[in-house]
Every structure is written in C-alpha cells, then in structure tokens.
C-alpha cells in the first residue's frame, strides 16, 4: 500500500518545499495522535492554560503544545519561509529565501479535547513570494489531520483530494478512496443554539430543511453538530452534507467564528478539490484576500447543490 512518505519524495523537485512541510506537519500530527491516546495525558492537555490566543478564544494546554510543536518541526524545513499560527497574534520567521509559507490551526477543536470526540490540525500551504495574505486561490497545498477513532489525513496538492491513515508503524497510508463531496445531500451542519442570533436568510434556510417534506424542500433533513470544524468536514467529505457557520447579531460574529487564513481556506481548497462548494455566502472562499491574519469569514460549505441552495436564499 503507498504511504504518505513515499509520495512525498518522488514528488517533482519544484515541490519538494511544499512535500518537506507535509511530511513535517505529518510527523508532528502522529506525534499528538500519540500523545492524545496517552491515557495521563488526556485531561491534563484539555486544561485552559489561562490565556487567550489572538482570537480571543480560551487556549488549551494541547493547543500550546501542538503549536510549539509544529513551529518546531517547521524550523527544520529549509523550504519554508514563514508560519502563521491561530495561536500566535504575528507571523513566525523561519527561512531567509525559503519557498512557501505555512498557515495552520494547530488544534481544532480544543473545546472537545477532553471530551474524546474527533479533533484536528488544519493546514494550509501558500507560496512566500505573494506574501502572508493571499487569496486561498493561491493554496499549493492544504489538508486537515483528525485525531478521532481513526487518525486520518486528507490532503489536496491541486490535483484531487487524497486520504490517508495512520497506522501503528507511524506511516500514513494511502486509503485507497476516491474523495469525492455527493453534490446533493439531505443533512445540515450548524450550531442550532445561536438561531435566536441568525440572520434572515439563515433561518429561513433552515426552517425550509425542519419542515422536511411537508414543506417547500419536499424531503427531510438529517442535522449533525460535532463542534469540531475537522470532524463535520470529515463527515462531509465521506457522505455529503452542508455546513454552515454564518455571521450572526453577537458581538464579535458579525463575520462568522472561523477564520480565513488557517480554517476556511484550507477547507475550502479540499471541499472544491473534492467536487463541493466553499461561499461566505456571497462569494467563493477561494477568492477572499485576507486583510489581516486573524480575520474571520461567515463559512459555508460542503454539498455544490446545497450550497448554490443556501446561497439562493440570499445574505
Ligand atoms: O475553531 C473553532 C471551532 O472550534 C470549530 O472547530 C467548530 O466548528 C466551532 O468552533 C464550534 O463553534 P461553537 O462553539 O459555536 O459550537
């Protein structure tokens, strides 16, 4: 069976920059799959470590960790000029001439670190030269690691979306699966408990999937919350299905939660990569230049038909 690895390094030499900061991005996510089994080690990592990171968001133990990690591991690749983290309010220098700039989200998820539900890494792979804020249309690379009941990789180099697991030796291997998002679905994603919030179109949208087949979609809706972005991305990828993080009335939602850089562009690079769609809504995720490294973007995605649905509902 192909590992991970071994197409890593017989990838064309004009990526090898690109191919070293997955194959180190990969050591470190078995290295927290490792550390995440470990029995004494699960309650302490999900501990608030006491500050908040540069979205103001409670920041773990296994964030903090999983960040230092990846700086680390990054350090060591000659090809890799910058990495931008969630967990960092600025850019990290790495390597004078180096090829590509990595953006990630250490840990996704942190909130169900303790809890042992699904949770990731996400990252997203940029070329230096355009600089820490490009349009993800610029991605050469992005993928999201899930550390869950199988620890898995899906991956997009541009030319299709590829799986793959960890096995006990510490190698991803190739799944063997055509990673391809089913344009129609029939289940939704989203934090229910923030409807009071929604705007409009939202929850018109949503009131059309309750009312199932009696109303005007005419079949019923399955819903599905992990709270985990990897898991109901994973989930998505697997069997269809739409997720939807809108910007809402709270204070500080007015552009959504996730953010651009390091959440919604890699997403979105896979979910297009897989046959889906990627919007704010109103635009394709793809097409959004950053203004600033922690902003945040309302994020739909998944299912092309659902979302060109949602979208028709107008925002
Ligand atoms: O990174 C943010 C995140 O934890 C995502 O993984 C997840 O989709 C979302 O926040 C959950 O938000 P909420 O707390 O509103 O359910």
Known sequence: MATLSKSLTTMPADRQPVAGAVAALAAVAAELSALIRHAESTAQLGAVRGSANADGDDQKKLDVLADEMIASALADCVGVAAYLS????????????????????????????????????????????????????????????VYGPQTTLLVTFGDGVHAFQLAEDGQFYDMGWQVQIPPKTSEFAINASNSRHWMAPVSRYIADC????????????????????????????????????????????????????????????????AGGRASD????????????LHQRVPLVFGSANEVDEFINYGS
């Open 210 to 273: 309750l009312a199932g087949d009696a109303g005007p979609r005419q079949r019923n809706f399955n819903m599905r919350w992990v709270g985990s972005l990897v898991a109901d991305g994973w989930r998505i990828f697997r069997r269809g299905g739409i997720f939807l993080y809108p910007a809402d009335a709270r204070k500080g939602y007015e552009a959504g939660r996730l953010r651009l850089v390091y959440e919604a562009s890699p997403m979105a690079m896979l979910v297009s990569q």
């Open 281 to 292: 809504g109103q635009q394709d995720i793809l097409d959004i230049v950053p203004t600033s």
């Open 86 to 145: 969630e967990e960092r309010d600025d850019a990290v220098t790495l390597h004078d001439g180096g090829d590509v700039i990595v953006a990630s989200d250490p840990l996704d998820g942190s909130s169900n670190i303790d809890t042992n539900v699904s949770i990731g890494t996400i990252f997203s792979i940029l070329p230096a030269a355009g600089g820490h804020l490009q349009a993800g249309r610029n991605q050469l690379a992005s993928g999201i690691f």
